[in-house]
């Protein structure tokens, strides 16, 4: 099954910009980033997965997945928090199985309706709701948040397990959730368009008897358009065992992940984000 995996990942990149999974966030949706300016290569996993994640027809935010660790990189989106309801029902996508399938999300229990011979592939290709089932000290952790989002539709699409990692329930429920609520809230003021990277720095534990990498840390950027001659940033980063999230520029924390992921150089924005 991997090889077949591999071999229609290998032939969808002849498909240039077409459905969901994509060989290049620039030509395909590179609207959820800065000057249209995804993160530099060093946070590329060995097998990555660009995904303009689809929902109803309509991309509404990036992320690019690790097929090896099934997490998510990153995931990059336009700051727009609205008043609509929570959701609470998950998705899976479907092209991470194979590229023929529909480029929209689906739920799970959907999808397997449609395909019940494609169940081994589809917990191949990337987690799945039983894997984040009975976890101890730690929950799905959505790196773009819903409450970042401005209507139903658009936050349902964050409810995809792409988007979601193995985060400290003490963290994702405090310091983390005060930062998504409150600190970006005030951050924003003042902000045209605000862009954001939120994302996740692969541990060496991992959940779900080893399918399912547990981060060692989370981090989150983003760049505030004030007009077109001002500009501003900010950063924080979290370990994924502790409620505490420390405040950085946007230039300390990309130090931070070129140390972590041992890299000379990593860039979350184009150069004219403000570095400090």
Known sequence: MLLVLLLAGLAWQNVPGHGEVVTSFKDACPQFFFRETPPSIGLEPPCPARICQRYKNQYRFAT???RDNRIPVYSAYIYNPGTAKRPSTWTVE??????TFQPDMETEWTFLQKHSAHEEALEGSQAVLRDYKNLSGFNRGHLNPNSHQPDLDAKSSTFTLTNIVPQHINLNGGAWNNYEQSTMASKTE??????AVVGAVPGNNFIAKGRVNKPSHVWSAACCVI????????AIIARNDENVVLTLTLGELERKLAELYNRNDIFLFDSDCPRE
């Open 64 to 66: 690019l997945y690790d």
């Open 94 to 99: 479907p092209q991470l199985i194979d590229l």
């Open 190 to 195: 003042g902000c045209k368009e605000t862009f």
């Open 227 to 234: 007009d077109n001659n001002h500009l501003r940033s900010w």
